[in-house]
């Protein structure tokens, strides 16, 4: 089982931020928030993930292709240019695949684009800004335990976005946006199985939330895991002070490791 991390989208409401770095690569400490989202994962077992880039992919790539360089304290010696590092880390069993999906291409394509990185039935998906608390074994249990194609972890923001609308944990409606929220949204972190392939194009407009699974939630086929913990997305500035205020008081919820 893998983890796809969408982190190609332009970050517009992070304003300035995001003209020098894609959105996942925005720091929580000294750490992107696409790699706090990578240790929720890997805390669980998950350490296989495919990153679907965008907007300034090139970012994400050296981040990961200079991975030890970035993270370590390291004594490098000039005459047969051996590098030692010096600094422990647990991520030394991660795989990470890079994929370019395109710069304005749109989330269902995103993920059709990278089917042939997936070769298990069951695989795990989010978006690279939202960290929660949530159980991944849980959530993970609960997708098997209905057979639907679809899991969507729900989860009780602001009412700036989308809203899910569910009775017995089956998804009624799935409205992206609304005015007004009073319930669920779809918090990320989510599972699907391989039949959601069906359903995707790897035409540049091929969207996930608008279209797909408003499609495949009237059919019966996406649940919800009513996730009543903690949830936090790096949506503006605001978003950004505030993990960094709890990551600095000790506090950050997401971290489960």
Known sequence: ?????FAGGLGTRLGNRT??????????????ILWHIMKIYSSYGIKQFIICLGYQGDVIK???????????????????????????????????TLVDTGVRTLKGARLKRVENYLD???????????????SIKELISFHRSHGKTVTITGVYPPARF???????????????????????????FM??????????????DCDLE????????????VMVYQHAGNWECMDNERDVKHLNQLWREDQAFWKVW
Not at 22 to 32: A, D
Not at 191 to 204: G, K, P
Request: charged share 25%.
């Open 210 to 221: 608008v279209g797909v699974l408003e499609n495949l939630a009237k059919r019966g086929k």
């Open 62 to 96: 050296d981040y990961f292709l200079n991975y030890d360089l970035i993270n370590n304290d390291f004594t490098v010696r000039l005459g047969d240019k051996k590098t030692i590092f010096h600094t422990d880390r647990t991520e030394t069993d991660w795989e990470v």
């Open 19 to 32: 003209s020098l770095l894609p959105k996942p690569m925005i720091k929580i400490g000294e750490k992107p």
């Open 120 to 134: 298990d039935d069951c695989n795990l998906l989010t978006y690279g800004d939202g960290v929660a608390d949530l």
């Open 162 to 188: 989308g809203e899910l609308i569910a009775e017995n944990n089956l998804v009624k409606s799935f409205q992206e946006k609304p005015q007004t929220s009073q319930g669920l949204i779809n918090g990320g």
């Open 1 to 5: 089982m893998k983890a796809v991390i």
């Open 191 to 204: 599972v699907f199985n391989q039949e959601l392939f069906q359903y995707l194009t790897i035409e540049q």
